[in-house]
């Protein structure tokens, strides 16, 4: 979430306060110049799909043995949400939902309907991701699908519904929402292959003097890995509630595949757990190398002045302008002086590498 988004929701909830409590108010960017309603109506037999539908031409849900999809992308015209949601007896609170972007995922059970806000994400270059706002409303024979933008996480449902692949045109809505649950899983799978191979890229440090860059990169990924067990644990309560029965909206029959959700989000998140600890382990392997090449850099040193002090001593004692020091006046007294010091240097070279000091 970012500070603008937060300076919105603040001005909103304070313009609720001193106006109508269930005032409802868009809160997030927007993506398309004009929502775009898409209507698939089908049973086991046929199939109608109707694009760019005009709001007054939103069919009631009545005929029991179809099933209505009704799907909007744009959700920036609060006055469309509103309009729809007065239509089919959605609660304004939940339109409220729909249209924060900002709001975490959760489910919500009206008995008439079933209400699920989640977030689907994508990769993109690097430590980002893209990140979309879904709603999903599900009635007894109808599901409402609420998208931020035009994206491509349900065409492949469609596909399944014009050309009747599978066994969906023979499933109610709670197996509709099921795929479109499933597809938005599937995204945080190749989300999280992506992440995978870079973070291991990332934290496979050979190199004596690894990039400092390295520590940015990895709080970079630690954010974007809470950001996805943030969303999905709300996620996993949710559909291992439905898998168990908890609303009446589930057939039994679909019971099995929420829970196969379940364990999908189980899986996502040890996911996660496992590539923190990655980026964790990459963390002090990068801390690790440093200290040893400070070592190695304090050693040399070290070494370098172990060298020259026994040197400094010998030029100093000879430096001293005494004039009873016999030595000054020795023919070959410098060169002895210079003689002795480079053995003291190689005697002293020789034992460091005896000793394995470098």
């Known amino acids: 979430m970012n500070h603008n988004l937060k300076d919105i929701k603040k001005k909103i909830r304070e313009k609720r306060k001193s106006t109508d409590p269930f005032q409802i108010e868009f809160i997030g960017d927007q993506y398309l110049d004009n929502p775009d309603l898409q209507l698939f109506i089908y049973d086991k037999n046929d199939f109608e799909e109707n694009k760019n539908v005009d709001l007054k031409h939103v069919p009631e849900f009545d005929q029991k043995k ?3 999809w009704l799907n909007v992308n744009g ?8 309009n729809l949601g007065i239509k089919h007896g959605i609660h304004q609170l939940v339109l409220g939902d729909i249209l924060d972007t900002t709001e975490r995922p959760k489910m919500q059970d009206y008995e008439e309907y079933l209400f699920f806000t989640v977030k689907s994400i994508l990769p993109l270059k690097g430590a980002f991701l893209e990140i979309e706002h879904i709603s999903f409303i599900l009635g007894e024979n109808y599901l409402l699908s609420f998208q931020e933008r035009k994206s491509d996480h349900f065409e492949h449902i469609r596909n399944r519904i014009r050309q009747d692949i599978g066994i969906v045109r023979e499933q109610g809505s709670d197996f509709l929402l099921y795929l479109m649950l499933q597809a938005i899983l599937d995204n945080y799978f190749s989300t999280m292959e992506n992440m995978e191979t870079e973070i291991y890229e990332l934290t496979t440090m050979e190199e004596a003097d690894p990039d400092p860059n390295i520590i940015r990169q990895i709080d970079e990924y630690k954010k974007l890995l809470f950001q996805i067990k943030r969303s999905l644990h709300p996620l996993k ?15 039994p029959s679909q019971y099995k595949y929420f829970s196969d959700l379940h364990e999908q989000c189980v899986e996502l998140l040890e996911n996660t757990e496992a590539l923190n600890m990655r980026l964790e382990s990459g963390l002090n392997l990068f801390y690790s190398l440093q200290g ?3 070592n190695q850099i304090m050693k040399t040193l070290t070494v370098m002045a172990t060298i020259f002090i026994p040197l400094t001593f010998v030029a100093g004692v000879y430096g001293m302008n005494f004039r009873n020091m016999p030595e000054l006046y020795w023919e070959w007294g410098y060169f002895t002086v210079w003689t002795i ?3 003291m240097v190689m005697g002293m070279m020789f034992w460091f590498r005896k000793k394995k000091w470098f």
Request: aromatic share 4%; net charge positive; no cysteine.
């Open 66 to 68: 179809k099933v209505y």
């Open 292 to 294: 040893h090449k400070m």
């Open 341 to 343: 010091m480079i053995m």
């Open 237 to 251: 309560e949710a559909v291992g509630g439905l898998g168990r029965g908890i609303s009446e909206l589930i057939k």
């Open 75 to 82: 959700i920036h015209e609060a006055e469309l949400i509103k």
